[in-house]
């Protein structure tokens, strides 16, 4: 796997790395269709870059982000399936 694609999968996937989550993707993909629909804007209709309208859109997205993080309980109990090996 190349570092920028376990980059992205570390973005989107759980504490294990393994299990994608729904949110972290959602947003992830809201964030790269809004940067799109402002450059679109900007290009095509020849519009002002409102970087107050923007960053207060993004940083909204990012703390909604954040706070379903702290929320998700499930990633604190993720444990081991097998008790470490023992030496005597």
Do not use: C
């Amino acid at each position: 796997m190349t570092y920028k694609n376990h980059f992205f999968k570390h973005l989107m996937t759980d504490t294990d790395n393994e299990t994608f989550d729904i949110g972290r993707a959602v947003v992830f993909f809201v964030v790269l269709s809004m940067v799109f629909m402002q450059s679109w804007d900007i290009i095509a209709h020849s519009t002002k870059f409102d970087p107050q309208a923007f960053g207060a859109g993004v940083s909204a997205l990012l703390i909604g982000l954040g706070a379903y993080i702290f929320g998700d309980k499930k990633g604190a109990s993720i444990a081991p399936t097998t008790p470490p090996s023992e030496t005597k």
